[in-house]
């Protein structure tokens, strides 16, 4: 299968995937290093982390680029990312009309 030329729209998706994952790992680290939980100015009770808004918001990029990049196995397996065959073809498998 010949190499595929990124188009500018398709280098934009790949930097958003890359900034996605780069997010997903700055939060877990802040995470592990400040807990689920975070003290707050204004009121003397801990409150949630916004690291973890932000991992989940991330990593769902992560996910929906990744099959629209084709890095899933489920996004490889789709027929348009499938390699292209001559219908006229005759093969060992020609008769299963996969």
């Known amino acids: 299968m010949p190499p ?3 188009t500018k729209p398709v280098l934009g998706v790949v930097e958003t995937y890359i ?3 780069w997010t997903v790992r ?3 680290e802040s995470l592990a290093k400040r807990g689920m939980l975070v003290s707050s100015r204004d009121v ?3 409150k949630a982390n916004p690291a973890a808004v932000m991992l989940s918001k991330a990593q769902e990029t992560v ?3 990744s099959a629209e990049l084709g890095l899933t196995p489920l996004s490889r397996a789709r027929k348009s990312l499938q390699p292209s065959r ?3 073809a ?3 498998w ?3 009309d996969l």
Do not use: C, Q, T
């Open 26 to 28: 700055l939060a877990k």
């Open 44 to 46: 003397h009770s801990p």
């Open 90 to 92: 005759k093969d060992e």
């Open 19 to 21: 900034i996605a994952r």
């Open 86 to 88: 001559d219908k006229g």
């Open 94 to 96: 020609s008769s299963l």
């Open 4 to 6: 595929i030329v990124p």
């Open 63 to 65: 996910a929906r680029l």
